[in-house]
């Protein structure tokens, strides 16, 4: 399944194999660039294997400092003033390197600190301070499509389509699934990184797949979904094989892939928390065009060939719920209603929406009562 341009990792092995000096450790650094969806990296020596994302700002040569980058070339600065800062804020072990060698996410800013303004973390983390008596937990259903280095979905005839939707769906079998040497590849590199995957399945459309998160508690949604977003991207790569988070990668009678955004708080998950399910929601409809600007990185463009009423989605103009119900904005699961308490799914955010904006929007809509 190997695509024209993979170099031969064999040769790549016996470099990695050689032994790598004790007082040196390589971590990459990854954000998030201009576009809202798009990942970039950089690599650094340290000296000391660094243990907290923040043990090292400043200057005085600890082991995880402030670094910068050229944002004119993603789309983040001008090129008269074109440094912006990368501020560690989570650790990860690197499945690529391995040993002791780490992958750091990191959030962007200006030479003053203040985050850029594709830097959506920052008020997430916030919100999720003010809201943290509340105890909300997240759960992401990240789906995704695997393409050719053509950018035709993966497996699919070059002239032609496959046959429709039915089989593929958690199938087996060569007929039915495409491409699960990446996916199971990307799962292992989750475990090993510490990324809190929880699970993982082919989607309805064949070449899709979808990957699951959680649950993680505040802030750390975004971040373990940011580096299981940029594992993919990486193993990926590896196979010569593109990854899409396109809501709509192909237009007709096919899914779209979305970001389904499992959440609860604390009452929620208590006995007869139901009422509070049921109140959540409630509030979730007075505020639905805020939550759908918020819930693709183009205010609700991408997100409007997707949520068309077809194709397991509800319209992007209704909201609606319902028990057991994937045509419905929220969903609340079959289990959660005959026990009287657990969690709602919300069905609108797409696949390559910012879990920030999402995680953010849900706790300042359901827990801190905002409106408008």
Same mark, same amino acid.
């Given at each position: 399944?190997?695509?024209? #341009? ?56 600890? #082991? ?36 002791? $060698? ?16 594709? $830097? ?84 309805? !459309? ?48 096919? #899914? ?11 009452? !929620? ?82 696949? $390559? ?20």
């Amino acid at each position: 399944m190997l695509g024209i #341009n993979v170099t031969n990792k064999t040769s790549l092995m016996r470099y990695l194999a050689l032994p790598q000096p004790e007082d040196k450790v390589q971590c990459m650094y990854i954000w998030i660039d201009g576009s809202g969806e798009n990942l970039r990296a950089k690599t650094r020596t340290v000296e000391t294997v660094p243990k907290d994302p923040k043990s090292g700002i400043g200057r005085s040569g600890l #082991n995880l400092p402030i670094w910068n980058f050229d944002g004119s070339s993603t789309g983040q600065a001008e090129g008269q003033n074109s440094d912006v800062m990368l501020h560690p804020v989570a650790l990860f072990s690197d499945p690529f390197r391995g040993g002791s $060698n780490k992958l750091v996410l990191c959030e962007t800013c200006g030479h003053d600190g203040e985050p850029l303004p594709s $830097n959506k973390r920052r008020t997430c983390q916030q919100v999720m301070e003010q809201a943290k008596e509340f105890k909300p937990w997240f759960g992401i259903e990240q789906e995704y499509t695997m393409l050719d280095t053509d950018g035709h979905p993966f497996g699919w005839p070059k002239n032609g389509f496959p046959g429709p939707q039915g089989p593929y769906y958690t199938g087996v079998g060569a007929r039915n699934v495409y491409g699960r040497d990446v996916v199971e590849s990307h799962y292992r590199a989750c475990m090993y990184a510490g990324v809190k995957i929880a699970g993982t399945n082919a989607e309805v !459309m064949p070449a899709q797949w979808e990957f699951q998160v959680g649950p993680c508690e505040g802030i750390d949604m975004g971040d373990h979904l940011w580096l299981g977003r940029f594992l993919l991207h990486r193993v990926a790569e590896d196979f010569g094989v593109a990854v899409s988070f396109d809501p709509k990668p192909m237009p007709g009678d096919w #899914n779209g892939a979305g970001a389904h955004t499992n959440f609860s708080t604390l009452q !929620m998950r208590q006995p007869e928390g139901m009422k509070a399910i049921i109140e959540g929601i409630e509030r979730l409809g007075k505020r639905h065009a805020a939550h759908i600007r918020a819930y693709d990185p183009h205010g609700g463009a991408d997100n409007k060939r997707r949520l068309t009423g077809l194709h397991e989605t509800s319209s992007i103009d209704d909201f609606s719920y319902g028990v057991a119900h994937r045509g419905c904005s929220i969903r609340i699961p079959r289990q959660c209603s005959d026990d009287g308490c657990g969690y709602l799914e919300d069905r609108r955010p797409a696949s $390559n929406c910012d879990p920030y904006c999402v995680t953010e929007m849900l706790v300042r809509t359901v827990c801190l009562n905002e409106s408008g």
